[in-house]
Every structure is written in C-alpha cells, then in structure tokens.
C-alpha cells in the first residue's frame, strides 16, 4: 500500500493530467470541486482504518492485525465496477462525465495500482465481494523491503522504500499545485464570484502538508524491529484464505510458501484441491 496522503496525490496528478488532456479546454486551472473530488477519491478505499479504529475503541497504532486488503471489500476492486457504467452514461449524455471519471481514476489508478506495489500483501484483483469464502491472487509488484509487514511495522520500512520518496514527491509536486490554484482564487484570478476561504482547495492542502510531515518525522525503533507475530503473519499462513483459493492458486500458494506454512504449523488446517 501507500500512505493515504500519498494516494491522494497519486490520484490528483492522474487525474490532473487526464482532465487537462480532455476536458480543459484550453485552461490549466481545474475547477476547485474537481480538485478535491480528485483527492478524496485517491484516498476512499482507506477509510475502513476509521471503521477499524472505531471498532477498536479507537486504538491509536494500527499493527501487524490489521489487514485491510484482505478483509475488507472496500480493498477488492471489484466492488467499484459500478462506477464504470455510471461514468460511461454520463459521456453518452455528456452530463458532467468528467465528475464521474474522477472517483474511477482515483480509486483504480491512484490508490489500487500503487497499492500493488510495495505493498505489504497487494491487492486481490480477482476477489468476487459477494462471494465470502472465495479469494484471489494478491498482485505486489515491487516488493522494496515492505513485504509481509502491516500496520506501523511496514509503514516504518515504507517511509524509507522507494516509492516512499515518490510519493513523497507526489505529494510535494501536488501541494504546490493546489496552493497555486489557491492564490489565483484568493486573488480572484479565477473564479472571482467564489468566497476567498475555500474547503476545496484548504482540505487537499492540508492532507499534503500532513504528507510532508510524516516524512520528517522519526519513526520509533521498535518499529524496526520484527513484529511479534513475525513476518508475514498475513494471508500467506491464513488457513481460510487459503481454502479459498482456485485449485489452481491453491495449488501455487502451497509450493510458494511451503517452508513457511510447515513452521507456522498451518498445513493440518488446509483442506487440499
């Protein structure tokens, strides 16, 4: 995964660039709705941390338990297929297609493609929502020394990965952006019939400014350190994810992660294919 600030900018920068491609019309201020429709959008899938904190009484570290991708279906991205369709009548009937397009860049480009990168699990493309017992291949491309850590343990190691510094960077280049779209308006460069004081732009500004200071901040040793349950106490040695498997992927699963699995003693508990 990424950082959630990191999404957003991730989701804010395609988006931007696809908005200046096709619906600018000859202008490179994008209009402060799309804005923060583009940065929220990068960031939706992970609102079930707040969901999860709350549940946990509002735990304020998050650890190696809480697997989001795995567990909840605002990480399957198939749950968003509706989207498309909505988005592909709105450009039928040209009815404001591009406020319909951003949530699918921002979900599907700015959040899951990077969250199958570097990531401590991946993304499961292929997980049907409404089918409980049954899962999918977790896709993790760059691994960058944040495979099989979750929570704060891999949110340590990613602050120092590389695609840490890009979406360090991402977020930089973004800030700058939406604090130039920002002065324009309050110097009522554009859009002089708007208030000066925005939440559109102010929001996004400060999500980026977040961003910055997570960057900067130390991370606590401990972190650095194996979590207590180990490495990779996640999907790969998961009993019920595993039977739920495709033969085939069932199959893969069991001589990728053979040694692994006989150590945690998991074996006993996988109903073969």
């Keep these: 995964m990424a950082r959630i600030e990191h999404h957003a900018a991730y989701a804010f920068l395609i988006y931007y660039g696809i908005w200046l491609l096709f619906f600018s019309e000859g202008s490179w201020i994008m209009p402060r709705y799309l804005t923060f429709l583009a940065v929220i959008s990068g960031m939706v ?10 549940k946990n009484q509002g735990s304020k570290k998050i650890g190696t338990e809480f697997q989001h991708h795995l567990n909840y279906w605002t990480h399957w991205p198939l749950s968003y297929i509706p989207l498309i369709p909505v988005f592909i009548i709105s450009l039928i009937f040209d009815f404001y297609p ?9 979900i599907y480009l700015g959040h899951f493609l990077f969250d199958s990168i570097s990531c ?28 099989g850590y979750h929570g704060v343990y891999w949110e340590a190691r990613y602050k120092k ?3 840490g510094k890009v979406g360090f960077l991402a977020s930089t ?33 400060l999500i980026y400014i977040f961003s910055l200071g997570f960057r900067f901040k130390k991370t606590p040793t401990e972190y650095l350190e194996e979590p207590p349950e180990g490495r990779y106490a996640d999907y790969r040695v998961n009993p019920s994810y595993i039977n739920g498997l495709s033969t085939k992927n069932q199959k893969n699963h069991l001589k990728k992660y053979k040694t692994l699995l006989e150590n945690k003693g998991v074996m006993e508990k996988i109903t073969l294919k």
């Design 161 to 163: 990965s590389l695609m």
């Design 45 to 54: 899938p992970d609102f079930d941390a707040i969901y999860y904190l709350l």
């Design 120 to 147: 401590g699990d991946g993304i499961m493309w292929g997980k049907i929502p409404w089918k409980k017992n049954q899962y999918g291949r977790f896709i993790n491309l760059l691994k960058g020394g944040c495979d």
């Design 173 to 205: 280049i973004s800030l700058i952006i939406v604090v130039i779209h920002y002065i324009l308006l309050i110097l009522q460069v554009i859009s002089p019939t708007d208030p000066a004081i925005s939440g559109y732009y102010i929001i996004p500004i």
């Design 98 to 106: 591009e406020y319909f397009l951003a949530p699918i860049i921002g």
